[in-house]
């Protein structure tokens, strides 16, 4: 199993333009996430999906969209890029959730973003 | 508000040293605790959950509610622990999703 991939890598935008990262998974998770990550801080959750068909959003969600058309895609779309998008950005995913335990989550390896 | 707290950013030691990792946090529920951990040039993977109550790699980590604590700990440290390493937290029963915080990250150096 791959895991979670993510593409692009690196990219560089500039201010007002619009990109799609992507992120696919093959674990047959429910359960996907988008992370955004700023230097000397932690993930901040963007957006999640708890399956196909369903997202909702987390804690920094402005400026970005998503869509769960299928369980193993969770691409997260930038309509027009400002510089304070500039960050490290994490897909993960994990089996769900229960009473007495959280499935732990399964990561990416992160697509740099610079917004100039 | 969950809010997870790593009060070094940068902490080093040297080899066979003891290593403790401060993790604190703040919420109101009943808390799940994870390390995750960050090799460089790897991806970000999970070393430990306080559910599990295992060792791994040689490391341990005690959930304290008393004192909202989740400190990471090995006897002995080697150069390969080198790496940045998360405290997260989430809600057991509650919305997974909106209840998944990260602290931000303490990068260990161990030194020859």
């Known amino acids: 199993n791959a895991g979670v991939t993510q593409t692009p890598k690196f990219r560089i935008l500039k201010i007002g333009q619009s990109m799609t990262l992507q992120c696919t998974q093959d674990m047959n998770h429910n359960y996907m996430y988008w992370y955004r990550q700023d230097p000397g801080m932690g993930l901040k959750l963007i957006y999640y999906s708890v399956g196909a068909g369903i997202t909702d959003k987390g804690e920094v969600p402005n400026g970005y969209n998503v869509s769960r058309s299928t369980t193993e895609d969770f691409p997260l779309r930038l309509e027009l890029a400002a510089p304070s998008q500039t960050s490290v950005y994490f897909c993960?995913?994990?089996?769900?959730?229960?009473?007495?335990?959280?499935?732990?989550?399964?990561f990416g390896d992160g697509t740099r973003l610079s917004i100039l | 508000a969950q809010r997870v707290t790593q009060p070094e950013k940068l902490l080093s030691v040297f080899k066979g040293a003891p290593v403790e990792l401060k993790c604190n946090y703040s919420y109101s529920g009943s808390p799940e605790l994870f390390w995750y951990v960050q090799y460089s040039r790897q991806r970000l993977q999970l070393l430990l959950r306080h559910i599990s109550r295992e060792s791994i790699k040689g490391f341990t980590a005690d959930l304290n509610k008393g004192e909202t604590s989740f400190h990471l700990k090995k006897p002995f440290a080697q150069e390969e622990d080198s790496a940045m390493y998360y405290c997260a937290l989430s809600g057991l029963g509650s919305n997974y999703g909106q209840n998944f915080v990260f602290g931000p990250g303490t990068r260990l150096s161990v030194l020859p």
């Open positions: 993960a995913s994990s089996k769900g959730t229960g009473e007495k335990s959280n499935q732990p989550q399964h």
